[in-house]
């Protein structure tokens, strides 16, 4: 399915382990509740994507655009993230712990209530995201204002 057209696709509840999406178009598409632990996801267009509660662990999502989409309470755990755009994206009380982030542009980002011990933020652009009770890399629970960084 790697460079596949599915835009606005409904692939609710889907199990989607180990798929291979690179550089496919997702945008728009329901996918709340998957299934898409160990996917491969570089390059996937996934702008305006609805991925609350989905598993996503030990996925490849480098160079992969979320932005403005809902990633609430998902399993982000061990996911490559490197130079993602997530700008705009709620991915209140997701779970980002071992995340690699480097890079990744978290402009505005909603990382409210987010597990992030142990992520590797080195480089990520965090201008205007908040943080608020977020647990940070170290296990430090931000205040409920952090704005920017973990306060």
């Not at 662990?57 to 399993?75: E, Q, Y």
């Not at 982000?76 to 994206?89: K, P, R």
């Not at 987010?114 to 990520?124: C, E, I, P």
Request: charged share 15%; aromatic share 4%; glycine share 10%.
């Amino acid at each position: 399915m790697s460079y596949a057209d599915m835009t606005s696709v409904n692939l609710i509840k889907a199990n989607l382990h180990n798929a291979n999406l690179s550089n496919a178009y997702l945008s728009g598409a329901k996918m709340q509740y998957v299934g898409m632990g160990s996917a491969n996801l570089v390059r996937a267009d996934m702008r305006d994507v609805n991925l609350n509660l989905a598993n996503l662990s030990h996925s490849d999502m480098d160079s992969v655009n979320l932005a403005n989409s809902k990633l609430r309470g998902t399993n982000l755990t061990e996911v490559n993230l490197q130079n993602a755009i997530l700008s705009g994206a709620d991915l209140s009380g997701a779970n980002l712990s071992d995340a690699y982030l480097f890079g990744a542009d978290l402009t505005g980002a909603n990382l409210t209530g987010v597990d992030l011990r142990g992520a590797d933020l080195a480089t990520a652009n965090l201008n205007g995201t908040n943080l608020g009770g977020a647990l940070w890399i170290n296990g430090m629970q931000c205040a409920k204002v952090s704005i920017g960084g973990c306060k």
